[in-house]
């Protein structure tokens, strides 16, 4: 005789404890806008912010920022059409310029915190081009690969007790860690790309340059300039999607 597994064949007690199980499980599994891929991540937001900005003045107080000219406006305007386009403007958004010629990348922290370096415009080429990074980065941002990517790394038994600490001097420090020295996955990286032309089409970029911008990358890959993990990009996987 076959036996039913339905969860009404079980007692109250059990199926309640199921509930509850549920009920813990599901602001957990999340879906990333415009691809629609789903992944785990046990942080709330509002912990995105918190541990985001903590790692954001790490950064800063160690960088040169550029205050003002030419490439700095065009970095802030690029992310205000951007931001006002993207899935979630209720994060505390927020970009600085930082001076150094020899590092070609830029970076998003969970909660949108982003820096793009000086290093990256001469390959940018113009504002479009920025957009086409800017708009990744946000990407990843809005689909919290982040704190993802931080949880599959140390684990979720660490993760949740330094939550539970209150620990974000050494949550931020491992997430500054992990941001310039391990790059994401093909599959965030994948859907960071959709996500940002995406939202470059839709702030009236054209998402076409993309491909002239992955190009100059590629060429530019043998200068010795300093690239971050985050530049780590499969570049030619992104080029033949475009076309």
Same mark, same amino acid.
């Given at each position: 005789?076959?036996?039913?597994?339905?969860?009404?064949?079980?007692?109250?007690?059990?199926?309640?404890?199921?509930?509850?199980?549920?009920?813990?499980?599901?602001?957990?599994?999340?879906?990333?806008?415009?691809?629609?891929?789903?992944?785990?991540?046990?942080?709330?937001?509002?912990?995105?912010?918190?541990?985001?900005?903590?790692?954001? @003045?790490?950064?800063?107080?160690?960088?040169?920022?550029?205050?003002?000219?030419?490439?700095?406006?065009?970095?802030?305007?690029?992310?205000?059409?951007?931001?006002?386009?993207?899935?979630?403007?209720?994060?505390?958004?927020?970009?600085?310029?930082?001076? @150094?010629?020899?590092?070609?990348?830029?970076?998003?922290?969970?909660?949108?915190?982003?820096?793009?370096?000086?290093?990256?415009?001469?390959?940018?080429?113009?504002?479009?081009?920025?957009?086409?990074?800017?708009?990744?980065?946000?990407?990843?941002?809005?689909?919290?690969?982040?704190?993802?990517?931080?949880?599959?790394?140390?684990?979720?038994?660490?993760?949740?007790?330094?939550?539970?600490?209150?620990?974000?001097?050494?949550?931020?420090?491992?997430?500054?860690?992990?941001?310039?020295?391990?790059?994401?996955?093909?599959?965030?990286?994948? @859907?960071?790309?959709?996500?940002?032309?995406?939202?470059?089409?839709?702030?009236?970029? @054209?998402?076409?340059?993309?491909?002239?911008?992955?190009?100059?990358?590629?060429?530019?890959?043998?200068?010795?300039?300093?690239?971050?993990?985050?530049?780590?990009?499969?570049?030619?996987?992104?080029?033949?999607?475009?076309?």
């Amino acid at each position: 005789m076959e036996q039913d597994v339905s969860t009404g064949s079980y007692p109250k007690w059990w199926r309640f404890l199921w509930a509850c199980a549920l009920a813990l499980c599901t602001p957990a599994c999340l879906t990333s806008p415009v691809t629609g891929r789903t992944s785990f991540n046990p942080f709330p937001k509002s912990e995105d912010v918190k541990l985001g900005t903590e790692a954001y @003045d790490q950064v800063l107080a160690e960088a040169k920022v550029v205050p003002s000219g030419p490439g700095h406006d065009m970095v802030a305007r690029a992310m205000k059409r951007l931001v006002a386009v993207c899935d979630d403007k209720s994060y505390p958004w927020e970009v600085n310029l930082l001076q @150094d010629d020899q590092t070609v990348n830029a970076f998003a922290l969970p909660g949108g915190k982003m820096a793009v370096y000086t290093g990256i415009l001469p390959v940018c080429k113009n504002e479009t081009g920025l957009a086409v990074v800017m708009g990744h980065e946000i990407g990843h941002v809005v689909a919290r690969h982040g704190t993802q990517r931080m949880t599959t790394t140390l684990g979720m038994n660490v993760v949740m007790q330094l939550l539970n600490l209150g620990d974000y001097t050494q949550l931020a420090t491992t997430l500054v860690d992990l941001t310039f020295n391990l790059p994401f996955g093909r599959t965030q990286e994948s @859907d960071a790309d959709a996500i940002g032309l995406h939202y470059m089409a839709l702030a009236g970029y @054209d998402p076409r340059e993309a491909i002239a911008f992955w190009k100059r990358m590629e060429e530019s890959s043998g200068s010795g300039a300093r690239r971050a993990a985050g530049m780590l990009h499969p570049m030619k996987a992104a080029i033949r999607k475009l076309r």
